[in-house]
């Protein structure tokens, strides 16, 4: 049972250039968000999906971009990796909505030079 | 829109002393309102939630958690901690909204709670 599947654990970018951060889940859930962790600053929603096909801004939209093709894959993009995007992602998901009990995965760490 | 605010960043114990840890909320109405736990280096693992009812929630591992509506309040308790229960707390509330699915949650900045022999 893999639940939440992040990848990759580690990555270094220079600025300017794009990425995708891989999310996949194996529970058939409705819900799959992203957020990034900061110091001091708790962790903070990027984008969600409440279905495929649907996807909405979070508190701190700008400069990633999210699609949801299947129910399993919630990918997100850098889109021209800054320095401030700097943090540790996290993906989680849930049966249906943000309000229920999330599963996350383990985190990327994104260090942009 | 929701805030939460957990006033210590970090907290310091004896194993087998009592716990509280602070949490407060700012939601016009009664939110959603968890606690979650992350260990080093993993993500974060839900300890209880309130959505309605009883305000005294009991959650895993042993926590439990009072809501007050009056206080604005959501404070996160256990009789006697274990070294095992070193790691950072956060508190997040999620608003209810009219289209059922949207909700976001809002987490706080968390506290990091160490356990001294």
């Not at chain 1, 995708?20 to 900061?38: G, P």
């Not at chain 2, 993500?43 to 007050?68: C, H, P, R, W």
């Not at chain 2, 206080?71 to 009789?79: A, E, G, T």
């Not at chain 2, 274990?82 to 790691?87: F, T």
């Amino acid at each position: 049972n893999a639940g939440v599947t992040q990848t990759p654990k580690f990555q270094v970018l220079k600025t300017g250039q794009s990425m995708t951060l891989q999310c996949a889940q194996d529970m058939n859930h409705e819900y799959m968000s992203w957020y990034r962790q900061d110091p001091g600053m708790g962790l903070r929603l990027i984008h969600y999906s409440v279905g495929a096909g649907i996807t909405d801004q979070g508190e701190v939209p700008n400069g990633y971009n999210v699609s949801r093709s299947t129910t399993e894959d919630f990918p997100l993009r850098l889109l021209s990796a800054a320095p401030s995007q700097t943090s540790v992602y996290f993906c989680a998901s849930s049966y249906r909505t943000g309000a229920e009990k999330l599963f996350f995965g383990s985190g990327t760490q994104l260090s942009v030079l | 829109a929701q805030s939460v605010t957990q006033p210590d960043i970090h907290i310091t114990v004896s194993e087998g002393a009592s716990l509280e840890l602070r949490c407060n909320y700012s939601y016009g109405a009664t939110p959603y309102l968890f606690w979650y736990v992350q260990s080093p280096g993993q993500g974060l693992q839900l300890l209880l939630k309130y959505f309605s009812g009883d305000t005294l929630v009991q959650g895993i591992k042993g926590f439990e958690a009072e809501f007050k509506r009056s206080q604005s309040s959501f404070n996160l308790r256990k009789p006697s901690v274990h070294w095992s229960d070193a790691a950072e707390y956060f508190c997040a509330v999620g608003a209810r909204v009219s289209n059922f699915g949207n909700e976001k949650l809002t987490f706080g900045t968390g506290t990091r709670l160490t356990i001294i022999p």
